[in-house]
């Protein structure tokens, strides 16, 4: 995939994630999201619970050859990385051996994903979920998250998809989302969330709450 023209984007180059980058990426994630992603926090996930969860996703991510990563162009090092699958993916072998501080984010994310499907039975090759955005510090303020989704959103569309759909849980990345043409579609609360009688996301209540949205490719 070619690098990006724009001055701030020259030193960084984008293209399909491949297996051997696989603990890079689990790293990579597992940090950013840890540190930086609202319900992640709330429920004071580490870095290496979360690396948990990537290292589950990334056999199939190199089967489906949907994720787009950044690397520092001449020396390989990731960047950045937009995890992405077929939204008619299952969820992998696994998913119930991670700590139990993930039950309330599914269930939040779970429902979004519910009452947006109502019922309807999603077909493989039809719609893109782009689930796991994550950027270095080392790189931030450069447009790379932004320069992932473009990437992400051409390379499926080469691919024949013809909708993309993300659940964007923060307000830095519904705007980056937005900025590419994303439509929100179901919301829901942090603050009024409830996950077994607890209001587990009181905490990140500022941040309003998940928001999945699409996109026509």
Known sequence: MPMADSPEHKLIEYGVYVPSEAEAMVQLLGEVFSRHDPPAVAVALTAPEFEEFVRLLCPKAAIDALT??????????????LLTEDSASAMPDGIDRLSAKFNPIFDILGQLDMEYRSGRTVRPGESLHLFLLGVSDRVAG???????????????????????????????????????????????????????????????????????????L
């Open 142 to 216: 450069r447009g790379v998250a932004q320069q992932l989704v473009v990437a992400c959103l051409e390379h499926g569309n080469r691919r024949g998809y013809r909708l993309a759909v993300t659940e964007a849980t923060n307000k830095a990345s519904q705007h980056i989302f937005r900025k590419q043409g994303f439509v929100e579609r179901v919301k829901r609360s942090y603050a009024a969330h409830r996950f077994d009688g607890q209001h587990v996301f009181a905490s990140i209540a500022e941040h309003g709450g998940p928001i999945l949205m699409d996109k026509s």
């Open 68 to 81: 787009i990563v950044a690397r520092l162009a001449g020396r390989g090092e990731l960047v950045g990385a």
